[in-house]
Structure formats: C-alpha cells, structure tokens
C-alpha cells in the first residue's frame, strides 16, 4: 500500500484567505489527484496533479481558485485562494500506484477546512 | 456518463447483525472500489474488484460484471463499523477516473 499524509490536518480560516494543502507519499506514484468533498456530498474530483507541468482541472475549477504544484513524484500542494464559506470542505490527496498490470489508488486522510 | 447509485442511504443496524450495501452503475467498468470514511473524514481502500469475489477478515465484496452491480457485506457488525461506505467506478472512457456513489452511512448499535 501507498502511505499518504496530508498537513494540516485541518484549519479553520477566514473568508478572503488562501490556505495551501500538502500531500506527501512514501513511494513514487504514477498519478496524483486532489478532490473535495463539501458537508453531506461525495467526492469531487478537482484536478489531477501532473508532474513538472500545469494540472489538469475538471470543469467547474479553475487555477486561479485552486492552484496546485507537483514539483516531483511523491509530493503536491493545493492552494485554496480567496477563500469563502462555500470552500468549506474536507480536501483530500488521492494516489495512484502502478504495480505490473494492477492500478491501485489510495487516499490521503483529508484536511478538514472550515472557513468562517 | 456513468452513474452510481448505492442503496440503501443509511443503514442501522444491532451489533452482530449481518450488513449489505449494494451499488449499481450504468456503464462498463475496468474496477471497482469500496471505499470506508470514518467521522473524522480520511478514506481506506477496502477492495478494488474487477471480477468475482474478495473477503477481507469480516468484510465480502462481489461484484457481477454482467449485472452491472456490486454489493459489499460485513459479518458480525461491530460498533467500529460505523462509517460511510463509498462505492467508486473506474471507467476507461472516463480515463481511468473514479466516479462516486453517494455514499452508505452505517450506525451499528451496541
């Protein structure tokens, strides 16, 4: 399996604030993705985190809200900017690993973002 | 566009009892993932299925290719079992991203 932590754990913020996420994994992995899940939903998918270029975001998000770095193999940022009280959400780092012909994909423990 | 629905939404359930969540999806699939979320938010993989059937300590989870349809069973429910269970599709066409049912939250009662 694929070790995931993510700091911080949570935070709460005031509105017009940006908070960056990190991701770090004990392994290198093939994809990285960062998602959202907002109080009572499932999880969305925001953008998946290319390493050495610029992420590739699903629609509704965009780089200037969520900008996201993957400078290496093992670790990534997600910034929330502008933060509002929408943005309050649990944010989590998911990964996937290649091993043979199986993809497994983990997930990180979340950050648990309030903003008031 | 693959939809995902699970059933039931919420489940309670006495200690011991023997607990099924089901989940269908309405495209082909290259895997299929049940996922746990306890309260405090961060997920564990429990299975990744592509056919047949994985048992993990007191946890069965099949899956029916044909049927389009997966269910997950925990034996001998326990009060720590109390999470939200996630059912996640992966679909070639989607580029291997997952798509998520609404989730099963699961109270076991002592």
């Known amino acids: 399996s694929a070790v995931i932590s993510q700091k911080p754990s949570r935070d709460i913020c005031q509105r017009g604030t940006s908070l960056t996420i990190q991701c770090q994994v004990d392994?290198?992995?093939?994809?990285m993705f960062w998602y959202r899940q907002q109080p009572g939903q499932s999880l969305t998918l925001i953008a998946t985190a290319n390493q050495g270029s610029e992420a590739t975001y699903e629609s509704g998000f965009v780089i200037d809200k969520f900008p996201i770095s993957r400078p290496n193999l093992t670790f990534s940022t997600l910034t929330v900017s502008n933060m509002s009280p929408e943005d309050s959400s649990i944010y989590l780092c998911?990964?996937?690993?290649?091993?043979?012909?199986?993809?497994?994909?983990?997930f990180g423990p979340g950050t648990r973002l309030t903003v008031t | 566009k693959n939809e995902v629905e699970q059933s039931p939404q919420n489940l309670t359930a006495q200690e011991g009892e023997f607990i099924t969540i089901n989940c269908s999806y309405s495209?082909?699939?290259?895997?299929l993932h049940w996922l746990q979320q306890h309260p405090g938010g961060g997920i564990v993989s429990l299975f990744m299925l592509s056919s047949g059937k994985k048992k993990h300590g007191r946890l069965i989870a099949t899956i029916n290719i044909q049927e389009k349809h997966s269910s997950l069973h925990i034996t001998a429910s326990h009060p720590r079992d109390s999470a939200v269970y996630i059912c996640a599709v992966r679909t070639k066409a989607a580029g291997n991203k997952l798509t998520f049912g609404g989730g099963t939250r699961v109270l076991v009662k002592p």
């Open positions: 998911s990964v996937v690993r290649t091993s043979g012909r199986a993809e497994e994909q983990y």
């Open positions: 392994s290198q992995v093939t994809m």
């Open positions: 495209v082909g699939i290259s895997a």
